[in-house]
């Protein structure tokens, strides 16, 4: 307790004279704060990590600047976990001492073992880590709570493992260690031994107060439920890659939740924050990786090509873990036909296509229910003209209106990108008058130029979206300019030739003259050339 104290006055003089900030009210907030102090030197890498796992398991030794009102669950420990074993021989002996008491799990009097065999539930019926003690379906001495939580985990197991096939985490003849805590968080998993890839998950212990979800039994059961998919998923990436991702595995683990219980749509709650539909023109890897936000970059991928593509991106993490995360997302597209470039129009595509601009059957299947994104201009006067610059694997999105439904032509635009050596990328998402709806790709040359007309015609178009992507993976911004014109299409003109009135017939050496009728048969207005 001493060195607890002791720790919160050295934090606190540290931060003397730092003009408090107003009180925050959510958990994105509090890591938004801790990260930028980071980032501008008022927090060391050890201060800020401290001040994180203090908000998760002791909210009471947060500094006053830190501090949120409420409870405000993280959504994941994991990435704190990485990042103590990354910083643990760099860490004073306190904070060293105070994380790993934080991480050690108090035994538990009960255990439960659940019915498909593979995992091993230990939990407290009394006291502040107390799983909720209902027992009547069935009543049989072990609390409801713990029962349906066995139950979560088996399913993820068998969609997750038999199913889908990535890799098991080793439990040899035994089972898999699960405990249940009181914390600021829904869960964790932590490792047991590194070297035989064996980890443990930690769950909340009642889920109560939790963001809601879409689940039809309760958001209750609704967290419990992705965070058991979550969770486990990160069991199996460190069976596979020992988590050579870093934070990328969120994206994955948070986009498995929805594979596996695809009515919780708890991951709603991230994607109106920095994720590539809220706000396409920031990085993909914004502060240089993925995170919650971003596991629509996954559905994408599956919802093109199958679950299968994601499970064959991590079994070549399990043989290229020093290769950059988005190479090894790179070379299983290739692997599929595709390029990341070509990829990347289609993505920033879908991501135009969400929420009030949804269309029936275009991009994500769910995409009504995702929030909208930013544009960089709502156009109603053609042509238009305009110059910007988009960051590496990031998108600028341009909402294209005022179509009459009388102007019989195409929609054109003229672009001229950075000749940079890096892909850039130009995608329209397009509904049509009659509800339905596509996505067109505009082909550039290597320099990043071209001129592309639309396929649907421009009468039958009722709204578009223009999307300027940067497939680059690392870099500066790149620079283009574009015009967008609506072109009007001349009347289509047809030929009809009088053949039938030639009939003759010569002899060797014999000449004649007759004459054949030419007739322009096309719309109105229009020329004929012959």
């Known amino acids: 307790m001493i060195r607890s104290l002791l720790l919160v006055v050295i934090l606190m003089f540290h931060l003397a004279g730092y003009a408090l900030a107003a009180p925050l009210t959510f958990a994105q907030e509090f890591l938004a704060r801790v990260d930028s102090d980071l980032a501008s030197g008022i927090l060391s890498p050890e201060e800020a990590l401290l001040i994180k796992f203090h908000h998760v398991f002791d909210p009471s030794q947060v500094p006053t600047r ?15 976990v990485q990042e103590f074993e990354a910083l643990r021989n760099r860490l004073s002996r306190e904070s060293m001492q105070k994380i790993e008491e934080y991480l050690t799990v108090e035994p538990a009097r009960s255990t439960y073992i659940s019915l498909g065999g593979h995992f091993n539930l230990t939990y407290f019926t009394g006291g502040g880590d107390a799983v909720p003690a209902l027992d009547v379906d069935p009543a049989n001495g072990v609390p409801d709570f713990v029962e349906k939580v066995a139950g979560y985990l088996e399913t993820s197991w068998e969609i997750e493992v038999v199913t889908h096939h990535f890799q098991a985490p080793p439990i040899g003849g ?6 249940f805590l009181a914390m600021q968080s829904y869960g964790y998993t932590t490792v047991v031994n590194s070297s035989q890839g064996t980890t443990r998950i930690v769950m909340h212990n009642t889920f109560l107060g939790f963001p809601p979800n879409n689940d039809p039994e309760g958001s209750v059961w609704g967290a419990a439920k992705v965070t058991a998919a979550h969770e486990f998923k990160h069991a199996t990436q460190f069976a596979t890659s020992r988590w050579s991702e870093g934070d990328w ?14 009515g919780v749509n708890d991951y709603y709650n991230y994607l109106p924050g920095d994720s590539p539909i809220r706000h396409p023109e920031s990085p993909l890897d914004n502060g240089g990786t993925g995170s919650y936000e971003d596991c629509v970059w996954q559905t994408w991928m599956s919802e093109t090509w199958g679950v299968g593509f994601i499970t064959d991106f991590w079994d070549w993490r399990g043989t290229h873990t020093s290769e950059s995360v988005m190479d090894s997302y790179e070379a299983i597209v290739n692997s599929y036909g595709s390029t990341l470039a070509e990829g990347w129009a289609h993505f920033t595509a879908w991501n135009y296509g969400t929420g009030y601009r949804a269309v029936p059957g275009v991009g994500y299947s769910e995409a009504a229910q995702y929030p909208h994104g930013n544009f960089m201009a709502e156009i109603t006067s053609y042509p238009f003209n305009y110059g910007g610059s988009v960051q590496h694997l990031a998108a600028n999105t341009f909402r294209l209106l005022g179509f009459t439904g009388d102007f019989n032509g195409t929609l054109d635009v003229q672009f001229n990108g950075a000749n940079t050596g890096e892909p850039m990328t130009v995608s329209f998402h397009i509904e049509k008058t009659d509800g339905t709806g596509a996505i067109e790709i505009m082909s550039l040359d290597g320099n990043n130029n071209g001129f592309y007309s639309c396929q649907i015609p421009l009468q039958d178009i009722a709204w578009a979206g223009l999307v300027v992507g940067n497939a680059a993976k690392t870099g500066l911004s790149s620079t283009y ?3 967008v014109m ?24 014999q000449t004649t003259e007759e004459f054949i009728g030419v007739t322009n048969n096309g719309e109105t207005g229009s020329v004929l050339n012959y």
């Open 249 to 262: 595995i969120e994206v994955d683990a948070t986009w498995v939740e929805d594979v596996v219980f695809d």
């Open 174 to 179: 035994g089972t898999y260690a699960v405990s």
């Open 481 to 483: 300019n574009l015009t």
């Open 66 to 80: 830190y501090q949120v009102e409420g409870f405000a669950p993280l959504k994941c420990v994991t990435p704190l």
């Open 486 to 509: 609506q072109t009007e299409g001349l009347p289509v003109p047809g030929i009809e030739l009088d053949v039938a009135s030639v009939d003759v017939s010569l002899v060797v050496g």
